[in-house]
Each structure stands twice: as structure tokens, then as C-alpha cells.
């Protein structure tokens, strides 16, 4: 946020008036403007730290149904980033995906950039309207989802071997319908509140 300096539109001519002492010739609605600005300081925080929320986006189209579109055979694309924003790692990802009513199983078959692969099995179900919950033998406790228009935030904990031993790590999931076939997919992961990095995907129905 660019900082206000009440000093800058100060003029650069000067009156006879103005060759007073400074301390006489400041304006008598600074203090006003400083306490106005004070008082708005609480609000403009509290605006700044508002995430967004699933329903905001409940007027967006097309609408999002994962038992619709997590259903038949996938393909997703995606890379790792840093902190810095330096990409780490890309990978594809197989997907086939089925359900009976609000019981469904999604198998991720994932390709890593340097060769090694990975699986994995997620178990979900959809508890009621724009409402799902998730599990899977990497991630630890339950999966938590809500959808709204074409939107879906999913939060979860991963246990990520990392150097021989298994890191919990915290991943918020967005993601945005674009159409019937195409799905954009924005995950930031952290670890005791910290930022450790952002993974962004792209699904494909085919």
C-alpha cells in the first residue's frame, strides 16, 4: 500500500505568512486527518486479511458438480513452485474417476519431470449440497470441500516424505470451472501458518 505523506503537495512558493516558525505553520486539520486515518487503519486490516469464501463466487457459471466432472477418464497438467515463485518440479496426472450416488473414488496416477512417479486413491463423498469430504492414505484426517457457482475450495493435510521422513503439510485448494472440459486448479501449501510454495494444474476432460 503506498504510504500517504501529508507533506508532499506542500507548495514550493512561500508568502511572507509562511516564513514563520514551522511548528506555526502547520495546517490545523492535520491532527484531524491523522485520526481519520487512524480510525480507518482497523478497517482497511481487516479487508486486507479477508480470504475469499466459496460463496462469493456463487453466481458464476458453469456450474461445478464433481460427481459430474471427476467422472470417466481425466488429464492434468501442473507444475511446483517455490516460495520465490521459481518452478521446482512439473507433472502430469492420469485420472479416472466414478461414483454411485454421493460415493465416489477418484485414482490419481501422477509423472513427475524427473522421471519418479506417484499414486494416489481418493476416496469421497459428497455429505449435501456444495458439501464433500475426502480421504486418501497420504493425507491425514479428512479432506474438507465446498463448492459454489463454478468454484471449489478443498483443505487438506499431506504427509510428504521429505529427506528420508514424513512432513505434515497444510494445502488450500482452489479451484475454477472454465468450462465443461477445463478446470483451473491453484493449491498454496504451508507449514505452521508459513508459505511454502503454490501448485498449479490444469484438468482436462477429454
Given amino acids: 500500500m503506498e504510504r500517504l505523506n501529508p507533506l508532499a503537495s ?3 512558493h512561500t508568502s511572507a505568512r509562511s516564513r514563520a516558525p514551522l511548528s506555526s505553520t502547520r495546517p ?7 485520526r481519520r486515518l487512524l480510525a480507518l487503519a482497523p478497517a482497511v486490516l481487516l479487508a486486507a486479511c479477508a480470504s475469499p469464501q466459496p460463496a462469493d463466487y456463487r453466481s458464476e457459471g458453469p456450474p461445478l458438480d464433481l460427481r459430474r466432472y471427476f467422472s470417466g477418464p481425466l488429464q492434468a497438467h501442473g507444475i511446483f513452485m517455490d516460495r520465490s515463485g521459481r518452478v521446482v518440479r512439473r507433472f502430469t496426472v492420469a485420472m479416472v474417476g466414478r461414483w454411485d450416488g454421493d460415493q465416489g473414488v477418484l485414482e490419481e496416477d501422477f509423472v ?3 522421471g519418479k512417479t506417484e499414486r494416489r486413491v481418493w476416496r469421497l463423498t459428497r455429505t ?4 464433500y469430504t475426502g ?4 493425507v491425514v484426517g479428512q479432506a474438507e470441500g465446498e463448492a459454489a457457482g463454478n468454484a471449489l475450495r478443498w483443505r487438506y493435510t499431506l504427509a510428504l516424505p521429505v529427506d528420508g521422513r514424513i512432513i505434515e503439510v497444510q494445502f488450500d485448494d482452489w479451484m475454477f470451472l472454465v468450462d465443461e472440459q477445463v478446470m483451473l486448479n491453484r493449491a498454496v501449501m504451508s507449514k505452521f501458518g508459513i508459505r511454502l510454495g503454490e501448485v498449479l494444474l490444469s484438468f482436462r476432460k477429454p
Avoid: F
Wanted: no cysteine; hydrophobic share 15%; glycine share 14%.
Fill in 112 to 114: 513427475y519431470s524427473d
Fill in 10 to 12: 506542500r507548495s514550493r
Fill in 135 to 138: 480421504r486418501a492414505d497420504d
Fill in 28 to 34: 490545523v486539520s492535520g491532527g484531524h486527518t491523522r
Fill in 128 to 131: 449435501a449440497e456444495g458439501r
